[in-house]
């Protein structure tokens, strides 16, 4: 085995390294160096065996260590180890990962669009809609609407049409013709009435912007099926349908961002079958090669792509990675894999009802206002007060996160809120020890609180 020299990597990393997402002063020379992982586990520099509740970045849904998907790339990159899908030409790969991805999506969508990420399919989306409108003689209706606390990306077209301020407060300028309504976020936001109640609430406030800002300048509306980066948050049942019933009415486009609930994690293969919505377009991209290498898209559905292909000539639109060979071979094996191993099966009949009982039995954790999942998504409310599910000040979800990983678990903190993604492979054992070690973590900061002795 390697022997890395953890202090001198630190070093290096606090010196030249600009993190993702990381207040890089705050971090300085104490990140935790990663060198190895197997199953659901991770393991750093020092020796410590780690959980990975996240699986990586909601992505690496075959868990690791999958020599199938190593060999895949291996023999792609000897064969053929880049070429491009600009100026008519393309490879095998690409060719038989499209063809693979519509046949697993809804019946109307029979085209993909490939990125290299998921910010870099959402960039795509918002050129196919306002060309598509553009198309269509209604060249006004470039306005998408996106939802609050809603993440897509952050990229410049990603973050505007994600509704997280602190992001548009670094910025600058965002993309013009982006509005925000209200996220269904019923534990933070709508407790004084029925689940069913706030969500048809919630979906209404796209009707209201849609009259406010005139339906003629109206292209698009952008959702994740559930919230993921906003704090794992799972609409109520009304929602979607309400949802879906506007964007019919007003004759918009949906997008429904599978980025993290695609490819299994809710059970289907898509987020939006489980929710049973019809999109127009759905950006994917992480759990699409498990994380093993980069690659997104875009699945198109029929009335966009026909009006695209038939109107529109030249789309000026592409990145030098769309399609990459050796990227679109492993995604290709591991939608294989996920098939031959029964994945989704296991998702939907084992592991996800599972899950759900076992994480649930944190609701009587001292710090736990309300333990929700769905699929194989989890999420923790930390409270101070169980009784009025008071918040704590800001920066004890990230106390709790830096116990987590001082316990042997990823969990991610977004505010106050604990959330988890763990790989789709997750066994009944594994699961006991996921939430063992969450309850840990969580003992952990209500000590340090002294809440617990």
Request: proline content about 5%; some cysteine; glycine content about 12%.
């Amino acid at each position: 085995m390697h022997q890395y020299n953890t202090q001198d990597l630190r070093e290096q990393d606090g010196r030249h390294h600009l993190h993702p997402f990381t207040d890089t002063k705050d971090l300085g020379c104490n990140s935790r160096i990663i060198t190895g992982a197997e199953g659901i586990y991770i393991v750093d520099s020092e020796g410590n065996r780690i959980l990975d509740a996240m699986a990586g970045l909601w992505c690496v849904n075959l868990g690791y260590g999958r020599q199938e998907l190593v060999d895949a790339a291996a023999a792609q990159m000897t064969e053929l180890p880049y070429y491009n899908n600009f100026f008519k030409t393309a490879h095998p790969p690409a060719i038989k990962l499209a063809k693979k991805l519509t046949e697993l999506a809804p019946e109307h969508i029979n085209h993909v669009f490939f990125t290299g990420s998921g910010s870099e399919s959402n960039d795509t989306v918002v050129r196919m809609v306002r060309r598509y409108w553009q198309l269509k003689g209604q060249p006004e209706k470039t306005v998408i609407i996106g939802r609050r606390n809603g993440y897509h990306g952050s990229t410049v077209a990603g973050a505007s049409l994600g509704g997280m301020a602190p992001m548009h407060e670094q910025g600058g300028p965002m993309l013009a013709d982006v509005e925000h309504i209200a996220q269904p976020y019923w534990f933070g936001e709508g407790r004084e009435m029925s689940p069913a109640e706030f969500g048809v609430l919630a979906a209404q406030s796209l009707e209201q912007k849609i009259k406010e800002l005139g339906v003629d300048r109206v292209a698009a509306f952008i959702a994740e099926p559930v919230q993921g980066a906003g704090g794992v948050i799972i609409p109520p049942e009304s929602y979607w349908p309400e949802i879906q019933r506007i964007c019919d009415h007003y004759g918009i486009l949906l997008i429904a961002d599978e980025v993290i609930c695609g490819f299994g994690r809710l059970g289907q293969w898509f987020g939006s079958q489980h929710f049973n919505i019809k999109p127009d377009l759905m950006p994917i991209a992480k759990g699409l090669s498990s994380g093993y290498l980069p690659i997104g898209g875009v699945l198109v559905g029929d009335r966009v792509a026909e009006t695209l292909i038939e109107q529109g000539g030249e789309f000026y639109h592409g990145f030098t990675y769309s399609g990459h060979p050796a990227c679109a071979a492993v995604a290709l094996r591991n939608l294989e894999l996920m098939e031959e191993g029964g994945v989704l099966e296991h998702v939907r009949e084992v592991a996800a009802p599972y899950f759900a009982e076992r994480w649930a039995s944190l609701a009587d954790h001292p710090l736990v206002g309300e333990a929700r999942s769905l699929g194989l998504l989890g999420a923790l409310e930390l409270v101070a007060d169980k009784s009025t599910l008071a918040r704590f000040e800001p920066g004890i979800g990230g106390r709790c996160r830096d116990n987590c990983f001082n316990t042997g678990i990823v969990m991610r903190s977004v505010g106050e809120t604990m959330v988890v993604s763990p790989p789709l492979v997750i066994t009944k054992p594994e699961i006991d020890d996921l939430v063992r070690l969450a309850r840990e973590s969580l003992d952990a900061t209500a000590r340090q609180l002294g809440i617990m002795s």
